[in-house]
């Protein structure tokens, strides 16, 4: 069983949802987004992603946007990205970690070779933003072949017609875009939300985690209660950024902020109980 | 090219929306049924006579088409000069700056609004680089009544107020984008961004042959009356089909809109010119074909401009039009079938020929045009005097004077 689908397992056995923070590597520097990744299952995380810096994020809003371009001035590539998960992998070898980015920089890394190092650096899942169902043959192979979960998208605009045909591309767990837009711009309203996720439920058995606008400890616990699991992204980094210098260095306790942050958010998923 | 051509190079793209390798869907989830949507909506519109009936309404009495073939003839002259005897082939210009809103932009752009009103959308996003496109979306929208917003570059902005001002006078709002290098890659990224934020109203209407499919096919077809026209063109005046074609690729609208009649055609040949911006050899330029390498960008897989990691760089040129790192797929699969030949010319080399052609065709044409003449200055005295070039004039150069006045060390 891969990690994913052991974690959400033991997650489900003992009623409790999923708290999936994530962080874009070597933002702003390597050794502080090392940091924070290692600090995060202590503080709650049950899953991670890690965002692969892109010049070019076509889905995400100005926060993720800054956040890759500090990462990549600090010489993030995927290489890079692929070491900070083997490092991790030496403590912790049960917290899955899903790598999420575009499509050129694997491309351009060769997408069997990347498949490969990715799985035997230890990560789990990949959602590649820009390869939807319709051109998942460049990667679906190469991922299987390696065991590499494919995470895929569901948005609002993925009509009934559709779904079965995302759905059956996905496997790990279901991203649910919560909104129609870019990431850390607007948030979804409970009604959408409740209305949704039922709707994706009746096609698959799988887990859903709900992303895209989840930002407060308030809105996480509702999307876990909605869902299997809730992401949150963009008011994490917006906690990093407010702790660098001018310099655009982290300061000394931008690290624990937003560990604080992870705490506080997870302890709020956490609190949300589901029948076992 | 010992590669066998296939029977005809006018089928594609497949349903997958390839040509070859090239193209494709690239878009986000959120995207997706939209893109599909708008497929299912332009293979209707293609097969409806109407729409096609009131496209052409639209090009005849509102863009002022059929544009003339124009034979450059002290052009030609001058370039004899200096040519070896009986060498120095005849130059056409296709002139479709002469347009409505001074390009051959306009002519997708009427031909995607017309689907855009089909679709039931009431507003309409563009990006765009020169300000070009932007112009024809923001005319297009005034005759139509669709509110307009036109994502440009900040440093664009910069460069084409006169663009940015008319854009504004057609009563579009014009949204600098300040992310990356704030030139046409970023605007596109916005408008992208923007649309995915306001799928249900609103449809993006894209400038060149590049994007998800269908938009490099749907553009192309638009911009294909450019070589229909020309075929015929060309037939009256000499009788018989040019012996080259030339025009300057940025995206490569233009370039495909003259090319693409002409495919099967194998005593065609074809140029398309990148702007080799300081030279290839620098690291400012935007050949993406002559310099570049297969990726994925903005929803299709072409040749971009990229580093060892994938990470896209900034194009450079002088015309900023053709300052973007990719190029459209069908031109990625025609310059590896062999069929078009992908040349450069520099900034230097534009700005020179921009000077003759104003002096001696009284045609003050624009930067990224001037860069398909900087080749044609090269080509034609390598050809035989009995031989004919038609070079597509795609847009006049008001647009570029300061510009051209800045670099030549004028004060307006």
């Not at chain 1, 991922?143 to 759905?167: K, M, Q």
């Not at chain 2, 006169?162 to 984008?177: C, D, Y």
């Not at chain 2, 040019?242 to 370039?255: E, F, K, M, Q, Y």
Request: proline share 6%; charged share 20%.
């Amino acid at each position: 069983m891969s990690r994913i689908a052991a974690r959400f397992a033991a997650l489900k056995q003992e009623g409790r949802k999923a708290f999936i923070p994530f962080l874009e590597a070597y933002d702003p520097d390597p050794a502080t987004s090392m940091a924070l990744l290692r600090g995060f299952p202590r503080a709650g995380a049950d899953l991670i992603e890690i965002g692969v810096p892109f010049t070019d994020p076509m889905a995400d809003g100005p926060t993720v946007q800054r956040a890759g371009q500090r990462a990549l001035k600090a010489g993030a590539t995927l290489a890079g990205t692929l070491a900070m998960v083997r490092d991790f992998r030496r403590e912790d070898d049960a917290t899955p970690i899903i790598l999420m980015g575009y499509y050129n920089p694997i491309l351009s890394y060769g997408v069997e070779r990347f498949c490969t190092d990715a799985a035997a650096s230890g990560v789990d899942g990949l959602i590649i933003v820009d390869v939807p169902p319709e051109e998942a043959d460049e990667v679906e192979p190469a991922a299987r072949a390696n065991g590499l979960d494919l995470i895929r998208l569901v948005a609002p605009t993925t009509d009934e017609e559709r779904l079965p045909r995302v759905l059956a591309a996905t496997t790990g767990f279901v991203y649910y875009v919560a909104i129609t837009g870019i990431t850390g711009t607007r948030s979804a309203t409970t009604e959408a939300l409740a209305a949704a996720i039922p709707r994706v439920r009746r096609h698959t058995a799988l887990p859903i985690a709900i992303g895209f606008g989840v930002r407060t400890p308030e809105q996480a616990a509702e999307a876990a209660r909605i869902a299997d699991g809730a992401v949150v992204a963009s008011a994490l980094i917006d906690t990093l950024a407010a702790n660098l210098d001018e310099q655009g260095r982290a300061k000394p306790d931008a690290v624990r902020k937003v560990l604080d942050q992870v705490r506080e958010l997870a302890e709020a998923v956490h609190a949300v109980t589901a029948p076992a | 090219m010992n590669k066998p051509l296939p029977n005809s190079l006018r089928q594609g793209p497949d349903a997958r929306g390839r040509f070859g390798p090239f193209g494709g869907r690239f878009v986000a989830e959120t995207l997706m049924p939209l893109i599909l949507e708008v497929e299912r909506a332009y293979d209707a519109a293609k097969k409806d006579a109407a729409f096609q009936a009131e496209w052409r309404r639209l090009l005849t009495h509102y863009v002022g088409r059929p544009s003339p073939l124009w034979f450059a003839e002290r052009l030609t002259a001058h370039l004899r000069k200096a040519a070896a005897p009986g060498m120095g082939a005849k130059v056409y210009f296709k002139r479709d700056e002469l347009n409505h809103t001074g390009a051959h932009k306009i002519n997708a752009v009427l031909g995607q609004i017309l689907l855009a009103k089909r679709m039931g959308k009431t507003r309409i996003i563009a990006e765009t680089g020169a300000g070009q496109h932007g112009v024809a979306t923001a005319t297009a929208c005034a005759l139509f009544d669709l509110p307009c917003t036109v994502f440009m570059g900040a440093t664009d902005v910069e460069r084409q107020q006169p663009n940015v001002f008319r854009m504004k006078l057609l009563g579009a709002e014009v949204v600098p984008v300040t992310s990356g290098a704030a030139t046409l890659k970023d605007a596109m990224n916005e408008a992208l961004r923007h649309w995915v934020a306001n799928v249900q109203d609103t449809y993006y209407c894209i400038g060149t042959v590049a994007g998800p499919h269908p938009y490099p096919a749907m553009v192309r077809d638009f911009q294909s009356v450019i070589g229909e026209e020309a075929r015929e063109q060309m037939m009256e005046a000499e009788g018989r089909l040019p012996d080259a074609l030339v025009a300057a690729i940025g995206g490569g609208s233009n370039a495909m809109g003259l090319f693409f009649p002409f495919l099967d055609d194998e005593t065609v040949a074809m140029y398309g010119v990148e702007a080799a911006g300081r030279g290839v050899d620098t690291e400012e330029h935007a050949a993406s074909l002559t310099k570049g390498r297969p990726g994925v960008l903005h929803g299709n897989r072409t040749y971009l401009l990229q580093d060892e990691f994938g990470q896209i760089l900034e194009a450079h040129s002088i015309s900023a039009g053709l300052d973007y790192p990719g190029v459209g797929p069908e031109h990625a699969w025609l310059h590896e079938l062999g069929r078009v030949n992908y040349v450069h010319a520099t900034d230097d080399e534009a700005l020179a020929a921009f000077q003759l052609c104003s002096r001696l065709e009284g045609i003050i044409p624009a930067l990224e045009p001037a860069h398909a003449l900087a080749y044609v200055m090269r080509q034609a005295p390598a050809m035989p005097a009995d031989k004919v070039i038609v070079m597509n004039m795609c847009g006049r150069g008001d647009k570029d004077i300061f510009t051209v006045a800045r670099h030549l060390g004028v004060k307006l």
